[in-house]
Protein backbone atom coordinates (compact mmCIF):
# COMPACT_ATOMS: atom_id res chain seq x y z
CA UNK A 1 0.00 0.00 0.00
CA UNK A 2 1.87 3.45 -1.00
CA UNK A 3 1.67 6.59 1.60
CA UNK A 4 -1.17 8.23 -0.46
CA UNK A 5 -3.87 5.20 -0.17
CA UNK A 6 -2.59 4.86 3.49
CA UNK A 7 -3.31 8.54 3.91
CA UNK A 8 -6.17 8.32 2.31
CA UNK A 9 -7.58 5.41 4.77
CA UNK A 10 -6.60 7.22 7.84
CA UNK A 11 -8.52 9.96 6.94
CA UNK A 12 -11.75 8.42 6.33
CA UNK A 13 -11.28 6.81 9.77
CA UNK A 14 -10.41 9.73 11.62
CA UNK A 15 -13.43 11.22 9.70
CA UNK A 16 -15.39 8.69 11.01
CA UNK A 17 -14.07 9.25 14.38
CA UNK A 18 -15.16 12.77 14.22
CA UNK A 19 -18.41 11.99 13.08
CA UNK A 20 -18.83 9.62 15.99
CA UNK A 21 -17.84 12.05 18.60
CA UNK A 22 -19.89 14.34 16.84
CA UNK A 23 -22.61 12.18 17.77
CA UNK A 24 -22.00 11.80 21.36
CA UNK A 25 -21.24 15.39 22.05
CA UNK A 26 -23.86 17.51 20.31
CA UNK A 27 -22.95 21.28 19.74
CA UNK A 28 -19.21 21.37 20.29
CA UNK A 29 -17.94 20.60 16.51
CA UNK A 30 -15.22 22.83 16.18
CA UNK A 31 -13.64 22.13 19.67
CA UNK A 32 -14.25 18.30 18.32
CA UNK A 33 -12.29 18.96 15.14
CA UNK A 34 -10.13 20.63 17.35
CA UNK A 35 -9.29 17.92 19.69
CA UNK A 36 -8.84 15.31 16.02
CA UNK A 37 -6.41 17.68 15.35
CA UNK A 38 -4.29 17.33 18.10
CA UNK A 39 -5.16 13.65 18.70
CA UNK A 40 -3.50 13.27 15.04
CA UNK A 41 -1.18 15.85 15.12
CA UNK A 42 0.03 13.93 18.82
CA UNK A 43 0.11 16.75 20.94
CA UNK A 44 -1.79 17.37 24.28
CA UNK A 45 -4.71 19.36 24.24
CA UNK A 46 -6.07 21.57 27.84
CA UNK A 47 -9.80 22.49 27.86
CA UNK A 48 -10.74 25.51 29.12
CA UNK A 49 -14.68 26.51 29.70
CA UNK A 50 -17.48 26.55 32.23
CA UNK A 51 -18.63 24.38 34.66
CA UNK A 52 -20.76 21.04 33.08
CA UNK A 53 -20.70 22.10 29.20
CA UNK A 54 -18.97 18.61 28.30
CA UNK A 55 -15.42 18.83 29.00
CA UNK A 56 -15.31 15.70 30.77
CA UNK A 57 -18.13 13.70 28.90
CA UNK A 58 -16.05 15.16 25.60
CA UNK A 59 -12.83 13.81 26.42
CA UNK A 60 -13.88 10.20 28.32
CA UNK A 61 -15.60 10.29 24.60
CA UNK A 62 -12.75 10.33 22.54
CA UNK A 63 -10.45 8.53 24.80
CA UNK A 64 -13.16 5.36 24.71
CA UNK A 65 -12.74 6.12 20.81
CA UNK A 66 -9.15 5.58 20.76
CA UNK A 67 -9.02 2.94 22.46
CA UNK A 68 -5.64 2.35 24.07
CA UNK A 69 -5.12 2.13 27.80
CA UNK A 70 -6.78 5.10 29.81
CA UNK A 71 -5.64 6.62 33.19
CA UNK A 72 -7.55 9.41 34.43
CA UNK A 73 -6.52 11.73 37.76
CA UNK A 74 -8.36 14.09 39.60
CA UNK A 75 -6.72 17.37 40.68
CA UNK A 76 -7.24 18.13 44.42
CA UNK A 77 -4.89 20.47 46.43
CA UNK A 78 -3.39 17.77 48.26
CA UNK A 79 -2.29 15.42 45.54
CA UNK A 80 1.14 14.96 45.42
CA UNK A 81 3.61 13.67 42.67
CA UNK A 82 3.99 10.70 43.99
CA UNK A 83 0.72 10.18 43.66
CA UNK A 84 0.86 9.68 40.09
CA UNK A 85 3.53 7.17 40.57
CA UNK A 86 2.55 5.09 43.50
CA UNK A 87 0.56 4.22 46.08
CA UNK A 88 0.77 2.29 49.46
CA UNK A 89 -1.79 0.07 51.10
CA UNK A 90 -1.94 -3.05 53.76
CA UNK A 91 -3.19 -5.92 51.89
CA UNK A 92 -5.47 -8.68 53.27
CA UNK A 93 -2.54 -10.59 54.90
CA UNK A 94 -2.03 -6.97 56.74
CA UNK A 95 1.18 -6.88 54.94
CA UNK A 96 2.47 -2.91 53.57
CA UNK A 97 2.65 -3.55 49.75
CA UNK A 98 3.33 -0.58 47.45
CA UNK A 99 1.33 -0.35 43.43
CA UNK A 100 2.21 1.54 40.41
CA UNK A 101 0.33 4.65 40.28
CA UNK A 102 -1.70 5.74 37.59
CA UNK A 103 0.66 7.24 35.46
CA UNK A 104 2.74 3.94 35.91
CA UNK A 105 0.21 1.74 35.89
CA UNK A 106 0.15 0.74 32.64
CA UNK A 107 3.91 1.18 32.14
CA UNK A 108 4.23 1.94 28.50
CA UNK A 109 0.97 1.10 26.51
CA UNK A 110 -0.47 3.95 28.74
CA UNK A 111 -2.42 6.15 26.01
CA UNK A 112 -4.40 8.66 27.24
CA UNK A 113 -4.15 10.00 30.50
CA UNK A 114 -6.80 12.27 31.76
CA UNK A 115 -5.71 15.47 34.26
CA UNK A 116 -9.49 16.21 35.59
CA UNK A 117 -9.21 19.56 37.61
CA UNK A 118 -5.74 20.48 36.68
CA UNK A 119 -5.33 23.95 37.67
CA UNK A 120 -6.40 22.25 41.25
CA UNK A 121 -3.10 20.55 41.53
CA UNK A 122 -0.26 22.17 42.90
CA UNK A 123 2.89 23.27 41.05
CA UNK A 124 4.64 19.61 42.09
CA UNK A 125 2.65 18.14 40.40
CA UNK A 126 2.84 19.88 37.07
CA UNK A 127 6.22 19.85 37.08
CA UNK A 128 6.10 15.92 37.07
CA UNK A 129 3.38 16.29 34.72
CA UNK A 130 5.68 18.72 32.31
CA UNK A 131 8.09 16.03 32.35
CA UNK A 132 5.90 13.38 31.39
CA UNK A 133 4.21 15.60 28.37
CA UNK A 134 7.53 17.13 27.06
CA UNK A 135 9.57 14.18 27.22
CA UNK A 136 7.30 11.55 27.78
CA UNK A 137 9.34 9.53 30.30
CA UNK A 138 9.27 10.17 33.86
CA UNK A 139 11.94 8.59 36.74
CA UNK A 140 10.80 6.47 39.29
CA UNK A 141 12.00 3.62 40.95
CA UNK A 142 15.35 4.72 40.51
CA UNK A 143 15.03 3.87 36.27
CA UNK A 144 12.95 5.64 33.61
CA UNK A 145 9.52 4.70 32.81
CA UNK A 146 8.93 5.52 29.10
CA UNK A 147 5.20 6.19 27.57
CA UNK A 148 5.63 6.69 23.81
CA UNK A 149 2.15 6.83 23.04
CA UNK A 150 0.90 9.19 26.18
CA UNK A 151 -1.49 11.91 25.07
CA UNK A 152 -2.37 14.03 28.09
CA UNK A 153 -5.93 15.49 28.09
CA UNK A 154 -6.26 18.53 30.76
CA UNK A 155 -9.57 20.46 31.75
CA UNK A 156 -9.86 23.05 33.95
CA UNK A 157 -13.03 25.15 34.87
CA UNK A 158 -12.68 28.82 35.03
CA UNK A 159 -15.46 29.90 37.04
CA UNK A 160 -13.51 29.28 40.48
CA UNK A 161 -10.46 30.86 41.46
CA UNK A 162 -10.09 29.76 44.71
CA UNK A 163 -7.71 27.29 46.25
CA UNK A 164 -6.80 26.72 42.14
CA UNK A 165 -2.79 27.15 40.65
CA UNK A 166 -2.50 29.25 37.80
CA UNK A 167 -0.61 26.53 35.20
CA UNK A 168 3.04 27.88 34.84
CA UNK A 169 3.92 29.15 31.32
CA UNK A 170 6.10 26.02 30.93
CA UNK A 171 3.61 23.77 31.50
CA UNK A 172 0.91 25.64 29.11
CA UNK A 173 3.22 25.69 26.57
CA UNK A 174 3.85 21.80 26.58
CA UNK A 175 -0.05 21.24 25.57
CA UNK A 176 -0.77 21.68 21.69
CA UNK A 177 -3.67 23.15 21.99
CA UNK A 178 -5.73 25.39 24.79
CA UNK A 179 -9.27 24.68 23.57
CA UNK A 180 -12.39 26.48 24.69
CA UNK A 181 -15.71 24.76 25.40
CA UNK A 182 -18.89 27.04 25.49
CA UNK A 183 -22.11 25.96 25.72
CA UNK A 184 -23.88 24.73 22.70
CA UNK A 185 -26.12 27.75 20.99
CA UNK A 186 -28.30 25.73 19.02
CA UNK A 187 -32.00 25.83 20.61
CA UNK A 188 -32.54 22.11 19.16
CA UNK A 189 -29.16 21.24 20.68
CA UNK A 190 -30.09 22.45 23.94
CA UNK A 191 -33.22 20.79 23.85
CA UNK A 192 -31.74 17.50 23.13
CA UNK A 193 -29.65 17.99 25.76
CA UNK A 194 -32.08 18.57 28.46
CA UNK A 195 -34.99 16.31 27.38
CA UNK A 196 -33.10 13.40 25.44
CA UNK A 197 -33.11 11.29 28.65
CA UNK A 198 -29.51 9.67 25.97
CA UNK A 199 -27.76 12.65 26.92
CA UNK A 200 -28.58 12.35 30.99
CA UNK A 201 -26.55 9.17 31.80
CA UNK A 202 -22.70 10.03 30.41
CA UNK A 203 -21.45 6.53 31.45
CA UNK A 204 -23.65 5.11 28.81
CA UNK A 205 -23.57 7.64 26.59
CA UNK A 206 -19.63 7.45 26.33
CA UNK A 207 -19.58 3.67 26.27
CA UNK A 208 -21.55 3.63 23.42
CA UNK A 209 -18.92 5.40 21.36
CA UNK A 210 -17.29 2.24 19.77
CA UNK A 211 -13.46 1.60 20.18
CA UNK A 212 -11.52 2.51 16.76
CA UNK A 213 -8.51 0.55 17.95
CA UNK A 214 -6.23 2.86 16.37
CA UNK A 215 -4.47 4.48 19.44
CA UNK A 216 -1.08 2.38 19.04
CA UNK A 217 -1.01 3.16 15.11
CA UNK A 218 -0.77 6.90 15.68
CA UNK A 219 2.78 7.81 16.37
CA UNK A 220 3.59 6.02 13.34
CA UNK A 221 0.94 7.86 11.08
CA UNK A 222 1.77 11.08 12.40
CA UNK A 223 5.17 10.88 11.21
CA UNK A 224 3.95 9.44 7.99
CA UNK A 225 1.27 12.62 7.43
CA UNK A 226 4.55 14.95 8.85
CA UNK A 227 6.40 13.98 6.25
CA UNK A 228 4.27 13.78 3.52
CA UNK A 229 2.35 16.73 3.76
CA UNK A 230 4.44 19.57 2.01
CA UNK A 231 4.61 23.45 3.08
CA UNK A 232 6.19 25.98 0.26
CA UNK A 233 8.58 28.44 0.77
CA UNK A 234 5.73 30.93 0.44
CA UNK A 235 4.11 29.23 3.42
CA UNK A 236 7.22 29.10 5.56
CA UNK A 237 7.69 32.91 4.88
CA UNK A 238 3.82 33.58 5.98
CA UNK A 239 4.23 31.54 9.21
CA UNK A 240 7.68 33.53 9.96
CA UNK A 241 5.60 36.37 9.74
CA UNK A 242 2.70 35.22 12.12
CA UNK A 243 5.64 33.87 14.40
CA UNK A 244 6.77 37.64 14.36
CA UNK A 245 3.32 39.21 15.23
CA UNK A 246 2.98 37.60 18.06
CA UNK A 247 6.20 38.94 19.04
CA UNK A 248 5.83 42.54 18.10
CA UNK A 249 2.11 42.33 16.53
CA UNK A 250 2.80 46.62 16.58
CA UNK A 251 4.74 46.24 13.62
CA UNK A 252 2.50 44.53 11.29
CA UNK A 253 -0.20 47.16 11.89
CA UNK A 254 -1.63 45.31 14.89
CA UNK A 255 -3.51 48.12 17.28
CA UNK A 256 -6.27 47.35 19.78
CA UNK A 257 -8.30 49.97 21.72
CA UNK A 258 -6.77 51.53 24.83
CA UNK A 259 -3.44 49.42 24.52
CA UNK A 260 -0.14 50.84 24.15
CA UNK A 261 1.32 48.25 21.59
CA UNK A 262 4.83 48.18 22.38
CA UNK A 263 4.26 47.08 25.74
CA UNK A 264 1.29 44.58 25.70
CA UNK A 265 3.02 41.42 25.35
CA UNK A 266 5.92 39.85 27.98
CA UNK A 267 6.32 36.76 25.53
CA UNK A 268 5.20 35.57 22.12
CA UNK A 269 5.06 32.32 20.19
CA UNK A 270 7.80 30.05 21.31
CA UNK A 271 9.78 27.69 18.74
CA UNK A 272 8.30 24.58 20.05
CA UNK A 273 4.40 26.87 19.71
CA UNK A 274 5.37 27.32 16.06
CA UNK A 275 6.48 23.99 15.37
CA UNK A 276 2.97 22.25 17.04
CA UNK A 277 1.26 24.89 14.92
CA UNK A 278 3.34 23.97 11.77
CA UNK A 279 1.97 20.62 12.62
CA UNK A 280 -1.35 21.51 13.23
CA UNK A 281 -1.93 22.65 10.43
CA UNK A 282 -0.36 19.88 8.20
CA UNK A 283 -3.26 17.32 10.10
CA UNK A 284 -5.65 19.85 8.90
CA UNK A 285 -4.40 20.31 5.34
CA UNK A 286 -4.44 16.25 5.35
CA UNK A 287 -7.72 16.08 6.73
CA UNK A 288 -9.37 18.50 3.99
CA UNK A 289 -7.74 16.41 1.77
CA UNK A 290 -4.98 18.06 0.52
CA UNK A 291 -1.35 17.43 0.14
CA UNK A 292 0.11 20.82 0.95
CA UNK A 293 -0.58 23.36 3.71
CA UNK A 294 -2.22 26.48 2.56
CA UNK A 295 -2.64 29.75 4.88
CA UNK A 296 -5.92 29.02 5.68
CA UNK A 297 -5.01 25.65 7.68
CA UNK A 298 -3.05 28.24 9.16
CA UNK A 299 -5.16 30.31 10.55
CA UNK A 300 -7.46 27.88 11.41
CA UNK A 301 -5.48 26.07 14.03
CA UNK A 302 -3.64 29.57 14.72
CA UNK A 303 -6.24 30.45 17.82
CA UNK A 304 -6.31 27.25 19.48
CA UNK A 305 -2.18 26.69 19.16
CA UNK A 306 -1.63 30.30 20.27
CA UNK A 307 -3.62 32.31 22.64
CA UNK A 308 -1.94 29.88 25.52
CA UNK A 309 1.55 31.01 24.56
CA UNK A 310 0.93 34.58 24.72
CA UNK A 311 1.39 36.04 27.77
CA UNK A 312 0.22 39.76 28.05
CA UNK A 313 2.12 42.60 30.75
CA UNK A 314 0.63 42.25 33.98
CA UNK A 315 -0.56 45.44 33.11
CA UNK A 316 -3.01 44.33 30.62
CA UNK A 317 -3.14 40.83 32.16
CA UNK A 318 -6.74 41.57 33.90
CA UNK A 319 -7.93 42.45 30.47
CA UNK A 320 -6.79 39.09 29.29
CA UNK A 321 -10.64 37.27 28.19
CA UNK A 322 -10.70 40.16 26.30
CA UNK A 323 -7.22 41.40 24.43
CA UNK A 324 -6.25 37.99 24.08
CA UNK A 325 -8.82 36.99 21.27
CA UNK A 326 -8.43 40.62 19.96
CA UNK A 327 -5.05 40.00 19.14
CA UNK A 328 -5.03 37.18 17.51
CA UNK A 329 -7.46 37.81 15.62
CA UNK A 330 -5.83 41.53 14.77
CA UNK A 331 -2.91 39.59 14.18
CA UNK A 332 -4.85 37.33 11.25
CA UNK A 333 -6.51 40.13 10.07
CA UNK A 334 -3.03 41.97 9.21
CA UNK A 335 -0.27 39.46 8.00
CA UNK A 336 -0.92 38.71 4.13
CA UNK A 337 0.26 35.69 2.39
CA UNK A 338 1.72 36.10 -0.26
CA UNK B 1 -10.45 172.60 -10.81
CA UNK B 2 -12.97 172.77 -8.06
CA UNK B 3 -14.29 169.94 -9.07
CA UNK B 4 -10.91 167.74 -9.28
CA UNK B 5 -10.33 169.59 -5.29
CA UNK B 6 -13.30 168.48 -4.03
CA UNK B 7 -12.53 165.10 -4.44
CA UNK B 8 -9.56 165.15 -3.32
CA UNK B 9 -10.98 166.12 -0.32
CA UNK B 10 -13.88 163.93 -0.06
CA UNK B 11 -11.03 160.90 -0.77
CA UNK B 12 -9.46 162.37 2.25
CA UNK B 13 -12.76 162.35 4.14
CA UNK B 14 -12.87 158.76 3.28
CA UNK B 15 -9.37 157.43 4.72
CA UNK B 16 -8.78 156.75 8.37
CA UNK B 17 -6.85 158.54 10.50
CA UNK B 18 -3.18 157.60 10.36
CA UNK B 19 -3.34 158.27 14.04
CA UNK B 20 -5.25 155.00 14.62
CA UNK B 21 -3.11 152.62 17.11
CA UNK B 22 -5.53 150.10 15.55
CA UNK B 23 -5.46 149.68 11.73
CA UNK B 24 -7.71 146.35 11.25
CA UNK B 25 -10.36 145.00 13.60
CA UNK B 26 -12.61 142.32 13.07
CA UNK B 27 -14.72 139.92 14.83
CA UNK B 28 -15.38 136.27 12.66
CA UNK B 29 -18.09 134.65 13.76
CA UNK B 30 -20.13 131.47 12.60
CA UNK B 31 -23.59 131.54 11.79
CA UNK B 32 -25.93 132.96 14.81
CA UNK B 33 -28.81 129.98 14.40
CA UNK B 34 -28.73 126.50 14.78
CA UNK B 35 -27.15 125.57 18.25
CA UNK B 36 -28.23 123.07 20.44
CA UNK B 37 -27.33 122.43 24.16
CA UNK B 38 -23.63 121.42 24.47
CA UNK B 39 -22.46 122.43 20.86
CA UNK B 40 -19.21 124.86 20.33
CA UNK B 41 -19.25 128.19 19.01
CA UNK B 42 -15.69 129.45 17.43
CA UNK B 43 -15.11 133.05 17.49
CA UNK B 44 -11.90 134.52 15.91
CA UNK B 45 -10.89 137.93 16.45
CA UNK B 46 -8.34 139.40 13.95
CA UNK B 47 -6.29 142.59 15.43
CA UNK B 48 -3.85 144.90 13.48
CA UNK B 49 -2.13 147.84 15.63
CA UNK B 50 0.17 150.20 14.44
CA UNK B 51 3.92 148.87 15.25
CA UNK B 52 5.05 149.69 18.95
CA UNK B 53 1.34 148.79 20.05
CA UNK B 54 1.04 145.07 21.56
CA UNK B 55 -1.75 142.93 22.98
CA UNK B 56 -2.10 143.01 26.61
CA UNK B 57 -2.42 138.91 27.14
CA UNK B 58 -4.37 139.75 30.65
CA UNK B 59 -7.33 141.33 29.36
CA UNK B 60 -8.43 138.23 27.28
CA UNK B 61 -11.05 136.28 28.62
CA UNK B 62 -9.76 133.37 31.00
CA UNK B 63 -10.54 129.41 29.95
CA UNK B 64 -13.12 128.34 32.15
CA UNK B 65 -16.83 128.82 32.93
CA UNK B 66 -17.56 132.41 31.78
CA UNK B 67 -21.57 132.11 33.59
CA UNK B 68 -24.09 129.91 34.40
CA UNK B 69 -24.15 127.98 31.10
CA UNK B 70 -21.37 129.40 28.92
CA UNK B 71 -17.73 127.34 29.25
CA UNK B 72 -14.56 129.08 27.49
CA UNK B 73 -12.87 125.74 26.36
CA UNK B 74 -9.79 126.98 24.54
CA UNK B 75 -7.86 130.37 24.11
CA UNK B 76 -5.35 130.93 21.07
CA UNK B 77 -3.57 133.66 20.97
CA UNK B 78 -1.11 134.21 17.31
CA UNK B 79 0.73 136.74 16.54
CA UNK B 80 2.32 137.24 13.21
CA UNK B 81 4.08 141.15 13.30
CA UNK B 82 1.41 143.29 14.61
CA UNK B 83 -1.03 140.71 13.58
CA UNK B 84 -2.96 139.27 16.29
CA UNK B 85 -5.33 136.10 15.63
CA UNK B 86 -7.33 135.57 18.91
CA UNK B 87 -8.98 132.17 18.43
CA UNK B 88 -12.14 131.15 21.39
CA UNK B 89 -13.74 128.41 21.39
CA UNK B 90 -17.14 128.38 23.58
CA UNK B 91 -19.28 125.96 24.61
CA UNK B 92 -22.83 126.12 25.31
CA UNK B 93 -24.64 124.54 28.39
CA UNK B 94 -28.31 125.49 27.80
CA UNK B 95 -31.16 123.51 27.45
CA UNK B 96 -34.23 126.18 26.39
CA UNK B 97 -37.61 124.61 26.34
CA UNK B 98 -38.02 126.64 22.72
CA UNK B 99 -35.89 128.69 20.40
CA UNK B 100 -33.86 131.23 22.91
CA UNK B 101 -31.63 133.78 22.12
CA UNK B 102 -28.66 134.35 23.68
CA UNK B 103 -25.81 136.27 23.89
CA UNK B 104 -21.76 135.64 24.13
CA UNK B 105 -20.48 138.32 26.20
CA UNK B 106 -18.32 141.20 24.70
CA UNK B 107 -15.50 142.43 26.24
CA UNK B 108 -12.56 144.81 26.04
CA UNK B 109 -9.14 143.80 24.69
CA UNK B 110 -6.18 145.73 26.14
CA UNK B 111 -3.69 147.25 23.80
CA UNK B 112 -0.21 149.19 25.50
CA UNK B 113 2.13 151.63 23.90
CA UNK B 114 4.02 151.81 26.43
CA UNK B 115 2.34 153.45 29.06
CA UNK B 116 -0.22 154.17 27.04
CA UNK B 117 -2.97 151.98 27.67
CA UNK B 118 -5.57 151.76 24.45
CA UNK B 119 -8.91 149.29 24.85
CA UNK B 120 -10.22 147.94 21.94
CA UNK B 121 -14.08 146.55 22.63
CA UNK B 122 -15.23 143.42 21.25
CA UNK B 123 -19.26 143.53 20.82
CA UNK B 124 -21.37 140.56 22.68
CA UNK B 125 -22.66 138.30 19.88
CA UNK B 126 -26.22 137.16 20.01
CA UNK B 127 -26.90 133.66 18.47
CA UNK B 128 -29.99 131.30 18.96
CA UNK B 129 -30.22 128.15 21.00
CA UNK B 130 -32.88 125.22 20.05
CA UNK B 131 -34.37 122.45 22.18
CA UNK B 132 -32.39 119.81 21.67
CA UNK B 133 -35.86 117.48 22.20
CA UNK B 134 -39.47 118.29 21.25
CA UNK B 135 -41.11 119.36 24.46
CA UNK B 136 -44.49 119.60 23.52
CA UNK B 137 -46.47 116.30 24.81
CA UNK B 138 -47.96 114.28 22.23
CA UNK B 139 -51.86 113.69 21.88
CA UNK B 140 -51.50 110.88 20.08
CA UNK B 141 -50.36 107.57 21.74
CA UNK B 142 -49.01 105.93 18.93
CA UNK B 143 -45.36 105.62 17.51
CA UNK B 144 -42.31 105.98 19.86
CA UNK B 145 -41.69 109.37 20.40
CA UNK B 146 -37.87 108.83 21.67
CA UNK B 147 -36.01 107.35 19.01
CA UNK B 148 -32.64 105.66 19.47
CA UNK B 149 -29.75 107.45 17.52
CA UNK B 150 -29.18 105.87 14.03
CA UNK B 151 -26.15 102.85 15.20
CA UNK B 152 -23.47 104.28 13.63
CA UNK B 153 -22.37 103.59 10.55
CA UNK B 154 -19.87 100.18 9.71
CA UNK B 155 -16.04 100.53 9.07
CA UNK B 156 -15.27 99.37 5.52
CA UNK B 157 -14.44 95.25 5.91
CA UNK B 158 -14.35 94.43 2.89
CA UNK B 159 -10.35 93.95 2.79
CA UNK B 160 -9.98 92.38 5.53
CA UNK B 161 -13.23 90.01 4.74
CA UNK B 162 -10.91 89.39 1.07
CA UNK B 163 -7.59 88.29 3.50
CA UNK B 164 -9.71 86.31 5.72
CA UNK B 165 -10.65 83.90 2.46
CA UNK B 166 -7.54 84.09 1.19
CA UNK B 167 -6.31 82.51 4.11
CA UNK B 168 -9.21 80.03 4.42
CA UNK B 169 -8.59 78.72 1.06
CA UNK B 170 -4.68 78.82 1.75
CA UNK B 171 -5.17 76.79 5.31
CA UNK B 172 -8.19 74.53 3.70
CA UNK B 173 -5.48 73.62 0.74
CA UNK B 174 -2.85 72.22 3.14
CA UNK B 175 -5.22 70.68 5.39
CA UNK B 176 -6.27 68.72 2.25
CA UNK B 177 -2.92 68.13 1.23
CA UNK B 178 -1.84 66.86 4.48
CA UNK B 179 -4.73 64.44 5.05
CA UNK B 180 -3.77 63.34 1.69
CA UNK B 181 -0.29 62.68 3.28
CA UNK B 182 -1.61 60.68 6.14
CA UNK B 183 -3.48 59.06 3.47
CA UNK B 184 -7.69 60.04 4.75
CA UNK B 185 -8.30 59.88 0.88
CA UNK B 186 -7.79 56.24 0.37
CA UNK B 187 -11.34 55.56 -1.04
CA UNK B 188 -10.04 58.32 -3.56
CA UNK B 189 -6.75 55.85 -4.25
CA UNK B 190 -9.33 52.85 -4.29
CA UNK B 191 -11.73 53.90 -7.03
CA UNK B 192 -8.45 53.78 -9.27
CA UNK B 193 -7.08 50.46 -7.57
CA UNK B 194 -7.33 48.38 -10.47
CA UNK B 195 -6.66 51.36 -13.46
CA UNK B 196 -3.08 50.89 -11.27
CA UNK B 197 -3.23 47.15 -11.38
CA UNK B 198 -3.78 46.85 -15.12
CA UNK B 199 -1.32 49.04 -15.40
CA UNK B 200 1.27 46.99 -13.91
CA UNK B 201 -0.05 43.23 -15.15
CA UNK B 202 0.63 44.75 -18.85
CA UNK B 203 4.14 44.71 -18.61
CA UNK B 204 4.21 40.83 -17.20
CA UNK B 205 4.59 37.76 -19.34
CA UNK B 206 3.74 34.28 -17.58
CA UNK B 207 7.25 33.69 -16.85
CA UNK B 208 6.15 36.66 -14.42
CA UNK B 209 3.04 34.97 -12.86
CA UNK B 210 4.37 35.23 -9.35
CA UNK B 211 4.40 38.83 -9.57
CA UNK B 212 1.10 39.07 -11.05
CA UNK B 213 -0.65 37.19 -9.00
CA UNK B 214 1.05 39.11 -5.95
CA UNK B 215 -0.08 42.55 -7.59
CA UNK B 216 -3.57 41.17 -7.59
CA UNK B 217 -3.75 40.18 -4.03
CA UNK B 218 -2.26 43.30 -3.48
CA UNK B 219 -4.97 45.10 -5.18
CA UNK B 220 -7.65 43.30 -3.62
CA UNK B 221 -5.92 43.41 -0.30
CA UNK B 222 -5.87 47.27 -0.17
CA UNK B 223 -9.67 46.84 -1.67
CA UNK B 224 -10.03 44.73 1.10
CA UNK B 225 -8.79 46.94 4.01
CA UNK B 226 -7.01 44.05 5.38
CA UNK B 227 -5.25 40.14 3.58
CA UNK B 228 -7.82 38.25 1.89
CA UNK B 229 -8.11 34.72 1.95
CA UNK B 230 -10.47 32.52 -0.31
CA UNK B 231 -12.06 31.68 3.57
CA UNK B 232 -12.92 34.88 3.85
CA UNK B 233 -14.53 35.61 0.59
CA UNK B 234 -18.02 36.08 1.90
CA UNK B 235 -17.24 38.86 4.60
CA UNK B 236 -15.58 40.46 1.75
CA UNK B 237 -18.48 40.07 -0.13
CA UNK B 238 -20.64 41.62 2.52
CA UNK B 239 -18.62 44.84 2.53
CA UNK B 240 -18.03 44.94 -1.23
CA UNK B 241 -21.42 43.08 -2.41
CA UNK B 242 -20.77 44.28 -6.02
CA UNK B 243 -18.23 42.07 -6.35
CA UNK B 244 -20.50 39.10 -5.92
CA UNK B 245 -20.89 39.26 -9.56
CA UNK B 246 -17.46 37.84 -10.05
CA UNK B 247 -17.46 35.56 -7.32
CA UNK B 248 -16.44 32.39 -9.44
CA UNK B 249 -13.40 34.72 -11.15
CA UNK B 250 -12.22 35.38 -7.53
CA UNK B 251 -12.71 32.16 -6.13
CA UNK B 252 -11.07 30.90 -9.79
CA UNK B 253 -7.98 33.36 -8.51
CA UNK B 254 -7.12 32.49 -4.61
CA UNK B 255 -7.40 28.37 -5.55
CA UNK B 256 -4.84 29.23 -8.36
CA UNK B 257 -2.88 31.55 -6.18
CA UNK B 258 -3.18 28.51 -3.67
CA UNK B 259 -2.24 25.92 -5.92
CA UNK B 260 1.11 28.46 -7.34
CA UNK B 261 2.15 29.45 -3.82
CA UNK B 262 1.21 26.91 -1.86
CA UNK B 263 1.47 23.17 -3.59
CA UNK B 264 4.61 22.07 -5.77
CA UNK B 265 5.23 24.32 -8.37
CA UNK B 266 3.28 24.39 -11.24
CA UNK B 267 3.88 25.84 -14.75
CA UNK B 268 1.80 29.03 -15.39
CA UNK B 269 0.90 29.42 -19.05
CA UNK B 270 -0.06 32.53 -21.42
CA UNK B 271 -4.00 31.68 -20.68
CA UNK B 272 -4.06 32.16 -17.10
CA UNK B 273 -2.09 35.47 -17.06
CA UNK B 274 -4.90 36.30 -19.53
CA UNK B 275 -7.75 35.27 -17.38
CA UNK B 276 -5.99 37.04 -14.80
CA UNK B 277 -6.11 40.22 -16.79
CA UNK B 278 -9.85 39.65 -17.41
CA UNK B 279 -10.14 39.35 -14.07
CA UNK B 280 -8.55 42.73 -12.86
CA UNK B 281 -10.97 44.59 -16.29
CA UNK B 282 -14.00 43.07 -14.73
CA UNK B 283 -12.60 44.72 -10.99
CA UNK B 284 -12.14 47.69 -13.37
CA UNK B 285 -15.45 47.93 -14.52
CA UNK B 286 -16.80 47.16 -11.04
CA UNK B 287 -14.50 49.92 -9.66
CA UNK B 288 -15.65 52.24 -12.33
CA UNK B 289 -19.68 51.44 -11.76
CA UNK B 290 -19.88 50.64 -15.35
CA UNK B 291 -20.92 46.87 -14.33
Keep these: MNTDTQLTDWREQALQFERQINQTVIGLQPAVRNIILAV ?10 NVGVGKTTLLRAVAQGLGGDYQRIEGTIDLMPADLIYYTYLNEQGRPCVDPGPLLKHGDTLATFFFNEINRARPQVHALLLRAMAERSINAFNRDYHFPHIQVFADRNRVEKEETFELPAAAKDRFMMEINI ?37 NELAQTLQQHIQTSPKLHAYALSLWKATHQPQQYGVQLSDVE ?38 QAVFPVCMTHRLFLNPMYAYRKEQLLPELIEGILDQVAAP | MRILLIMVLSLLGCSGSIDEPVSYFNVETPRPFGY ?67 TLPGFTVQLSQGEKSISQNVPAWTFTLSPLRELVVRQSEQGEYMRPDSPPPLLANTQALYGLAASLSVAVLIAVY ?31 MEQALTVVHHALNSLNGQPLFLNRLGEFYRRNPQYLQINSQLAWFFNYSNRYFFSDAMIAVAQDLQQLKELCEQCRKIERGSR
Design chain 2, 36 to 102: VNGDEIPQRIIIETRSGISLQPGSLPVKGQINRWLNLNRVTVKQTGQRYQIDLLYQVFYAPLEVKSL
Design chain 1, 40 to 49: FARGHVLLEG
Design chain 1, 182 to 218: DMPRGDTELDELMFNPRFHDTDRLVAGVANSGIYYRL
Design chain 2, 178 to 208: LAYLYGCFSGMSRRTLFKRTLRKLAGLSEAD
Design chain 1, 261 to 298: MPQLLMAGASPRGMSYLIRAAKTRAWLEQRDHVLPEDL
